[in-house]
């Protein structure tokens, strides 16, 4: 009985919820989610074309932007300036490779208290161990696939 | 004029999603999950490289295009390989930029401490 009461109190509290948020401001997200994300591939493409010009291959290149990219996201997060650009940003600091870079350094720095091994250790893979499971499997399968049909 | 398609795309593919979190309630995990799979698949049917070819870095800096580095690395090692390359590409191919990540969060965890919000 009491988890019925729970159960209902928890609708209660979705409905209230819904009614207090402010409404559909997801227009304005998309639009900052676009500025923010652009300005973070704009980045990027600077740091390609400076590469390039210094007769960096293609692969080698991609690599060494992603590389910079995740460097200076992780110092960002360490400053506590990556979570001020994803309060504005939204998705537009989660989808570039930046995000992947911060969601490994913001647990890592979070629970180095809790130890250097069962703190930091098990928890800097929080998100990145996930993407890096599903990508991997995801890749096996693509694998797979392309040894039959190529 | 690089500099404008990267935008145009890489601001794209952002806005994809903030749509999907402001309408799905997926988490930004779930977010990071989705896109690396379905860039590994678009990548795997050779759709990503033309993107990147149009965008650069609007393309390839979104975490789609960390999928593709891992279908285009497993494709690469099966030709090299064949089968075992399956197993081995695409972690092969991403090694760099995980590695990276890794590197750079422990030396920032080991400075940093964590910050009020």
């Known amino acids: 009985m009491a988890k019925r009461e729970i159960v209902k109190s928890d609708k209660d509290y979705d409905k209230l919820v819904k009614e207090a948020s402010p409404n559909s401001p997801i227009v304005k997200n998309c639009i900052k989610a676009f500025i923010g994300g652009g300005i973070i591939c704009c980045i990027g493409q600077f740091l390609m ?7 960096l291959v293609t692969e080698e290149r991609n690599m060494a932007v992603s590389v910079i990219l995740i460097g200076i996201a992780s110092l960002l997060t360490g400053l506590g300036w990556y979570s001020k650009i994803g309060r504005f940003a939204g998705a537009g600091s ?43 499997l995801t890749s096996i399968f693509v694998g797979i696939v392309y040894y039959f049909v190529r | 004029m690089d500099y404008v398609k990267a935008f145009i795309v890489g601001g794209g593919i952002c806005v994809i999603g903030q749509i999907l979190i402001d309408k799905t309630k997926l988490t930004s995990a779930r977010i990071l999950v989705l896109f690396v799979v379905l860039g590994c698949l678009l990548g795997g049917l050779g759709w990503y490289d033309k993107l990147i070819d149009f965008a650069g870095a609007g393309a390839s800096v979104p975490l789609p295009g960390f999928g593709n580095t891992l279908a285009k690395g497993v494709m690469a090692e099966v030709d090299a390989r064949g089968f075992a390359g399956a197993l081995t590409g695409g972690l092969k191919s991403a090694a760099g930029g995980i590695t990276a990540a890794i590197v750079f969060a422990f030396l920032a965890a080991v400075i940093f401490s964590p910050k009020e919000k």
């Open chain 1, 49 to 55: 074309n400076v590469l390039s010009s210094y007769g």
């Open chain 1, 94 to 136: 989660v989808v570039p490779i930046t995000g992947f870079s911060n969601s490994v350094t913001a647990p890592a720095i979070e629970f180095k208290k809790e130890g250097f091994v069962m703190g930091l250790g098990a928890k800097i893979f929080t998100v990145a161990g996930p993407v890096i499971l599903y990508g991997t």
